[in-house]
């Protein structure tokens, strides 16, 4: 899985990008009442122009990318100096409000995340093969304090159609997925888009404290 996900950035195979923020970011993040200056994680990046939005609208980001080809990309593509440095086998980039480490999201732990206080997650879940995602839901759960509110955006294919990444996760593989350990809350699903077939759901999440 990680060496296709680092060949589609090699042989720029990134459709997935968006060049623009995300509608259903936009549309419901404010709701989330995340307070400015909270630090919001992003896992599996990209160069998410997400995480500029974000930044613009008073939150530090920081965003964990395997791939070294699309965090040189999004600040070859922003504005400001560059600071890169080494932190617990993570390369480190800097750019304004927005700090991207280069490495496995699986290998960040809980010291690095000491200052997170939310999450966003556009793309990380659904590029997750299922014998992976339960691994990724407790990772993400053991990451951010009770209390932490995140987005998440979800992907649903047709009946029938398994392929991926993106993968299908369908609104109760969501539910199973966090439910232990978020407050889970369905806000909006798309409607199918024409072509593809493929319906987008967003979701808020909160995670619970240790009495929930």
Not at 4 to 21: K, Q, T
Not at 59 to 88: K, M, S
Not at 98 to 107: A, I, K, T
Not at 187 to 211: N, T
Request: glycine share 10%; proline share 9%; charged share 20%.
């Amino acid at each position: 899985m990680a060496n296709e996900w680092l060949d589609r950035w090699r042989e720029g195979r990134i459709g997935f990008h968006l060049e623009r923020p995300h509608p259903m970011l936009v549309a419901h993040w404010p709701g989330l009442e995340v307070r400015p200056g909270t630090k919001v994680l992003v896992p599996l990046c990209g160069k998410s122009l997400d995480m500029r939005w974000l930044a613009g609208h008073d939150h530090p980001v920081l965003g964990i990318e395997l791939a070294p080809e699309a965090i040189e990309q999004f600040v070859a593509e922003g504005q400001g100096v560059v600071t890169r440095y080494h932190q617990a086998g993570f390369q480190i980039c800097r750019q304004g409000n927005v700090e991207l480490w280069q490495g496995d999201f699986f290998h960040f732990h809980i010291e690095q995340a000491a200052e997170i206080g939310a999450f966003y997650d556009r793309a990380s879940l659904i590029a997750l093969p299922p014998a992976t995602r339960q691994r990724y839901a407790f990772h993400l759960a053991q990451l951010v304090p009770p209390g932490s509110r995140g987005l998440l955006i979800s992907l649903e294919r047709e009946p029938g159609d398994e392929g991926g990444p993106p993968f299908s996760v369908p609104p109760d593989e969501v539910r199973e997925l966090f439910a232990p350990n978020f407050r889970v809350t369905l806000l909006a699903q798309g409607e199918p888009e024409a072509g593809s077939g493929f319906r987008e759901s967003v979701w808020a999440l909160v995670r619970r404290g240790p009495l929930e």
